[in-house]
């Protein structure tokens, strides 16, 4: 038996579908409540089962790992983050064991009733409280697109671009786990001609992100070198960054987005540990223009992570608009926390950073209805005929995210939310 988790020759004694996102080499962490008794607790995913950590804790299985009391009953995976990766390592290292063919632990494999919940069985939360979240701009290709529309095809990038990771300090409130709905919002729209109006968005749209969430806080002052970022990101997570574009158009200059991106956000309910997505570990593009000694890294600093949204219309089936990959980011995780702390400002355990929307080189990689419809002059086509320009009311929008190598897929799970009518 093997003592590695990313092992691809690991094979499970819990049936799970080929093609599922969640093998025994994935076993991310998450939060879940049966429907029963709504009582959160921390969790993993194998196939189609849920792994409920406090009760699995109550047979004893983690009484060699210093946990403290109760750490799987909280109703996020803060507090159990806090104890650093060393920790969180050993705890998916022994689900691993206990979940392996031929597992030392039939004590705890025979009582699999009080531990494994069929995932239909329960309701997934956020899983971390959520103190400051902030959003960056660094797909080379998002930004030339959005840049070559509203600015200058001939010079699409700011002066700055290519020398900082671009970001702005978004809202944690209105972020949501996978599965939430939320109103069409309401804002300040500018007419062609005319003063501004107040209404509903008529151009939501998504945004395809990966969030990452910070595992390992700093104190104010405190900086985190570049090559060492990672030991302060505890896993990543597919992200919504929902946009309506009328109000963002009328209101971005001279600060930035505002209610434009406030009103509603969306997290996939599994992280997806850093230790799980080491064997898809590969480089990004190559940065062109030399940067900062503080924004250097050595080695591969991303993820060969197949990305891909669809569109389902009420009642409807769901149609793929685009496929991307995060290693198309032109700047790294690495970088983008070096900069975020790079002037002192404190990182805390939960805090979550999103990359900002991941666009690929072609259009059908473009990662957002703003570049695939090229600012409205374009349209969508739906696999049911009908067209979108921007997301119609009763939409949903899903985002799904794999690594595949070795016959061994890591996948992250549903991201999926869904717009409602604006509210009277």
């Not at 689900?95 to 030392?104: A, F, K, N, Q, R």
């Not at 705890?108 to 329960?122: A, G, S, Y």
């Not at 900082?164 to 944690?172: A, L, Q």
């Not at 409807?316 to 926390?337: D, E, I």
Request: hydrophobic share 35%.
């Amino acid at each position: 038996m093997s003592a590695n988790p990313n092992d691809p020759t690991l094979r499970s004694w819990v049936t799970t579908p080929k093609d599922s996102d969640f093998p025994i080499q994935n076993l991310p962490f998450g939060v879940a409540a049966r429907k029963s008794d709504q009582a959160p607790f921390a969790a993993s995913i194998i196939g189609n089962l849920i792994v409920d950590l406090h009760a699995l804790s109550t047979l004893d299985a983690f009484k060699d790992i210093a946990l403290p009391h109760n750490i799987f009953a909280h109703s996020d995976l803060n507090a159990f983050i806090s104890l650093g990766r060393s920790i969180t390592t050993q705890v998916r290292g022994r689900l691993s064991e206990i979940l392996v063919d031929g597992t030392p632990f039939d004590t705890i494999r025979e009582k699999r009733d009080q531990w494994l919940v069929p995932n239909t069985e329960v309701v997934h939360l956020l899983p971390v409280t959520i103190g400051d979240y902030t959003d960056f701009y660094s797909s080379l290709e998002h930004a030339t697109n959005v840049g070559s529309m509203f600015r200058d095809p001939s010079n699409p990038l700011l002066p700055n671009w290519k020398h900082i990771p671009v970001g702005y300090h978004g809202r944690s409130s209105s972020i949501r786990v996978s599965g939430h709905s939320f109103p069409r919002p309401h804002g300040q729209l500018k007419p062609q001609d005319g003063p501004p109006e107040y209404g509903p968005s008529r151009m939501v749209d998504f945004e395809l992100e990966m969030g990452f969430i910070i595992g390992k806080g700093t104190e104010l002052g405190e900086t985190i070198p570049a090559d060492q970022a990672e030991e302060h990101i505890f896993g990543l997570a597919l992200f919504n960054d929902w946009s309506a574009r009328d109000i963002q158009k009328w209101e971005y200059v001279p600060l930035g987005p505002f209610l434009g991106k406030n009103f509603a956000s969306t997290l996939s309910p599994w992280i997806i540990t850093m230790d799980a997505l080491e064997p898809f570990r590969t480089n990004g593009p190559v940065q062109d223009v030399p940067v900062l000694p503080y924004l250097e890294t050595t080695g591969p600093k991303t993820y060969d992570i197949a990305l891909e949204v669809l569109i389902q219309p009420a009642g409807g089936q769901p149609s793929r608009v685009c496929q991307s990959n995060f290693k198309y980011l032109y700047w790294n995780m690495c970088q983008q926390l070096a900069h975020h702390t790079v002037n002192g400002c404190d990182m805390r355990v939960g805090d979550l950073l999103a990359s900002g929307t991941i666009s690929g080189p072609t259009p059908d990689s473009y990662g957002s209805m703003l570049e695939l419809c090229w600012g409205g002059t374009k349209t969508v086509t739906l696999e049911d005929g009908s067209t979108r320009k921007s997301i119609q009311d009763g939409d949903t929008v899903i985002m799904r995210g794999a690594c595949e190598k070795n016959g061994v897929r890591i996948g992250f799970g549903d991201c999926a939310a869904t717009v409602l009518p604006a509210k009277p």
